[in-house]
């Protein structure tokens, strides 16, 4: 069962690798190729590997978090508001300002977190109408501010879009790292990002908060008699959920791109749980789905360096959108559940009256 | 004896419980001695089960006090009644099926090394336990996989893995074959001599006399008195329960059976995993006559019921239910055809926990005149309709628009009989129809199927009970891994009889 699942996560990578080499050995030498595609792959799975994990820890806990996609988009936006602000106000150095942006973008997804545990848990809204909630107020928060902060005359950067300081350079420039193949191309989110899943498995399967995380999930009236304090365990899990979406927030605009744009998370929040379900609720499985689709990603990215190589027979390779739409396809195929059905904990989306 | 003069342990005074619409425990006394066996007897409602929470922390009493060896104590949560050493094992099991049984124990009392689970620590002391107490569980084999005698093992080895000495234990039989309920017994006994109290609650006067070292019977609330099982016997204590006469033998005129309105030939049916578990049975039920299905309970009755009622595939053989072909059929096309069923597994299959009590009195024909015209259900004709069966088969509920959730185990039960009898149907499945009832309410259910049976209905009743299938039937099928390997008239049979063709020995 398990195997199946991996074998064909390993399958479709290997498959939309081989598409990138056979195409592109025609210029480059087949490990530069391969070395490339898996630095992109890894990197742009970085925000669903760790909203994925977001899903997981609430979903665990039993409470529904479809709000990831909205606490992204609400991190990315206020961490890269106050990466800015650290250096362009404050006159703090690059680096610190980064490193700042990134906390506050996991505050941010915390306060995001504890909202929809207060809506879900304390105030028994329907979970998923708390999280669309969510993703609307997202969208709204973030234009608004947008606006207010950056194109107003009168604000604090006074009209003009400030200068951003960069992006959280790769661990490439660690002096002892610089010749570690694909590692020294990645950037401290994304490697973050590996050590979390690992994190992640080891606190929900062998310590005591995960068993008793796991126990509110699925049964929470059993977990109350045992002396569990079931609405404690799943606020706290729905705030690791939010800090969780907030990193992957920061991904956005303070590791990807140094800039922020309305509505930039385009749907990886729901991609990232459809990689959770498909992962079946543990970690390394959602980091597995996740790379996947960041497989299909890179596919479309690498494919535009060698696009006047595409031979005819395969013209559509040509157009990006196409491309684009795998890893839209492949959430569609993986819910059908044809790889297997996946079990969701037994009380997921469920309040707990006593 | 030595229970009479041994301490009390535990103390509850003037407990008082109000639900919205029912003062489920009414200044309630109860008291507990070191190392007895101290049952609660009392009618489906009478508050057994809210008493026992009281006492465990889960609900929070309105007034009164409980006291532990002489000390007054508050309880906020079960974490304070488990610190006291109480445990206790539930009416529905509190276990958790996708988790091994040394993390149910664990669950909540944890042993740490290093921050890490120490399962290797906790399954060492699952086996001590186990071996003290007699109790034999696989530490590490998953719940869901295990029979349910089993799982009720595992919930008390849970409660002795907190260091419990006060042990709850709300209608543990209800749900055990005869063999387990012995084990059972055996365990209770080990535990009672190694100075463990248990609170014991049971509608089984027979085991309650055997077991108990006293009995406390409540009613609507209240407790009515505590007594001896040397100074009373069964009339007397269901007298108590009650507070009427209980005719414990049921009553009936010979039957007169007449056309077939089940007939089942070459049926087979698998179970989950795909194994066959019943094999080419062929039987009738005719109108006017009950037929019994007896057999230790995993010998394919379960799978029988539903395939027989639509709720599991069929997989081979042929059904003719009132004369139409009904093989394999949806249970709508059943119903419509006369099928009455008491699901074995009332809140899985008998009711939508959810729903309004009026709701769960009408789920099988609830696109049907009088209770949707036009589709559009009819409130008054719901209402009335549920307030006339909550007075017939006497659900102790204080309006028809309480969710079924919300009532006791044996009222859940009754509204699920009531909905089925009340329906003009030509054959009941009946699957354990009076698990969980007081006796009361065992009486009037039995009553009522009789009744049915006198109107030319047929009776397909299944039951681990063989008191409850010697009384109503009047042919006797007995069951053996999933064949059926004896039928035989109820005034020929005896329960020697019984017992061993239902353990494989073959008829004659
Ligand atoms: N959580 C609740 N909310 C509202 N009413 C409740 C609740 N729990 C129990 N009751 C009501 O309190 C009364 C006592 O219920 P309780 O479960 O204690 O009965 P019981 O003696 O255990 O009965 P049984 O033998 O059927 O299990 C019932 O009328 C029931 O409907
Ligand atoms: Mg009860």
Redesign the interface.
């Known amino acids: 069962m398990e195997w199946k699942r991996f074998g064909f996560i390993a399958f479709i990578i290997v498959a939309l690798f081989s598409i990138v080499v056979l195409i592109g050995q025609a210029r480059d030498p087949i490990p530069t190729i391969i070395i490339s595609m898996a630095a992109t792959t890894i990197s742009v799975a970085t925000p669903l590997t760790l909203g994925a994990l977001s899903g997981v820890f609430s979903e665990r806990a039993g409470v529904v978090n479809i709000g990831i996609e909205g606490m992204m988009l609400t991190s990315a936006f206020f961490g890269w508001f106050g990466a800015i602000y650290f250096n362009t106000i404050l006159k703090f150095e690059a680096m610190p300002s980064l490193i700042l942006g990134v906390v506050i973008a996991v505050l941010a997804g915390a306060l995001m977190g504890l909202l929809h545990a207060a809506l879900s848990i304390t105030f028994k809204v329907d979970q998923v109408i708390g999280g669309t909630v969510i993703n609307i107020l997202a969208i709204g928060i973030t234009g608004f501010f947008n606006r207010q902060l950056f194109f107003e005359k009168n604000s604090i950067f006074g009209g003009n879009v400030p200068h951003a300081p960069g992006t959280l350079p790769s661990v490439g420039q660690v002096p002892f790292l610089a010749n570690v193949p694909i590692l020294s191309n990645l950037q401290p989110i994304a490697i973050l990002a590996i050590v979390l899943v690992f994190i992640s498995t080891f606190v929900l399967f062998?310590?005591?908060w995960g068993?008793?995380t796991?126990?509110v999930g699925?049964?929470p009236?059993?977990?109350?008699?045992?002396?569990?304090?079931v609405s404690f365990m799943r606020y706290v899990n729905v705030i690791i959920s939010g800090c969780l979406a907030g990193l992957a927030g920061a991904y956005f605009t303070l590791e990807s791109v140094p800039s922020f744009e309305p509505l930039m998370t385009n749907g990886r929040g729901f991609i990232s749980l459809a990689a959770m379900i498909f992962g079946n609720w543990t970690p390394l499985g959602a980091w597995a789905a996740s790379l996947v689709f960041g497989a299909a990603q890179a596919l479309q990215i690498n494919l535009q360096f060698y696009r006047e190589l595409i031979p005819p027979s395969l013209s559509l390779l040509q157009y990006p959108y196409i491309v684009g739409l795998t890893p839209y396809i492949l959430t569609m195929l993986i819910l059908t559940g044809i790889i297997g059905r996946t079990?969701s904990p037994?009380a997921d989306g469920q309040p707990y009256e006593? | 004896m030595y229970i009479k003069d041994a301490p009390v342990i535990l103390s509850a005074e003037a407990i008082t419980k109000q639900f919205p619409g029912v003062l489920a425990n009414d200044k309630v006394n109860f008291d507990l001695r070191k190392g007895e066996v101290h049952t609660l007897l009392g009618e489906n409602g009478a508050g057994k089960s809210t008493l026992m929470n009281v006492l465990y922390g889960l609900y929070k009493p309105d007034s009164g006090h409980i006291h532990i060896d002489g000390k007054p104590v508050t309880f906020t949560s079960p974490k304070d009644a488990i610190a006291n050493g109480i445990g206790m094992v539930h009416q529905h099991f509190m276990l958790i099926p996708v988790f091994t049984v040394a993390e149910n124990i664990m669950l909540g009392s944890e042993t740490t090394r290093n921050g890490v689970l120490d399962i290797r620590a906790v399954s060492k002391q699952v086996r001590e336990l186990s071996h003290t107490y007699g109790l034999d569980v696989d530490p590490d084999a998953l719940v869901q996989d295990l029979p349910v005698g089993i799982q009720q093992r595992v919930e008390i080895v849970k409660a002795l893995y907190r260091k419990a000495n006060i042990l709850i234990l709300d209608e543990p039989t209800a749900v055990l074959t005869p063999q387990e309920a012995d084990d059972l017994f055996q365990i209770i006994r080990r535990l009672t001599e190694q100075g463990v109290s248990i609170v014991f609650i049971s509608h089984k006067l027979k085991e309650v006399l055997a077991i108990s070292d006293r009995v406390t019977v409540m009613r609507t609330g209240k407790v009515v008195g505590t007594t001896t099982p040397q100074e009373v016997n069964e009339a007397k204590l269901a007298a108590m329960m009650v507070g009427r006469e209980v005719i414990l033998k049921v009553d009936k005129k010979p039957a007169k059976p007449g056309e077939p309105v089940l007939s089942v030939s070459d049926f087979s049916v698998m179970d989950s995993r795909g194994v066959e578990v019943v094999k080419k049975i062929s039987f009738e039920v005719r109108s006017g006559e009950v037929l019994g299905i007896a057999g230790i309970q995993g010998n394919g009755q379960t799978e029988l019921a539903e395939a027989l009622t639509g709720l599991r595939k069929v997989h081979g053989g042929r059904v003719i239910l009132n004369d139409k072909e009904s093989t394999g059929r949806p249970p709508r096309q059943l119903i419509e055809n006369g099928l009455g069923h008491v699901p074995e597994d009332r809140q899985r299959h008998g009711l939508v926990l959810p729903f309004a009590i009026a709701d769960n009195m009408m789920l099988c024909t609830y696109y049907q005149e009088p209770f949707a015209q036009k589709g559009v259900l009819q409130n008054q004709a719901i209402d009335a309709n549920s307030r006339k069966l909550i007075e017939q088969f006497d659900v102790r509920t204080p309006s028809p628009y309480v969710s079924a959730g919300k009532l006791s185990g044996g009222n859940q039960q009754k509204v699920i009989v009531a909905r089925e009898l009340s329906r003009p149907i030509r054959l009941l499945v009946a699957n354990q129809p009076t698990r969980g009832l007081d006796v009361g309410s065992i009486e009037y259910i039995h009553h009522e199927i009789i009744d049915m049976r006198d109107k030319g209905i047929g009776v397909l009743l299944i039951s681990a009970e063989l008191d409850e299938i010697m009384a109503l039937s009047d042919r006797i099928a007995v069951m053996f891994r999933g064949e059926i390997v004896a039928t035989l008239p109820a005034a020929e049979a005896n329960r020697e009889q019984l017992g061993l063709l239902m353990a494989g020995a073959t008829h004659k």
């Open positions: 062998r310590t005591r068993l008793r796991r126990a699925e049964h009236r059993a977990a109350d008699t045992v002396g569990i304090n079990v037994a006593k």
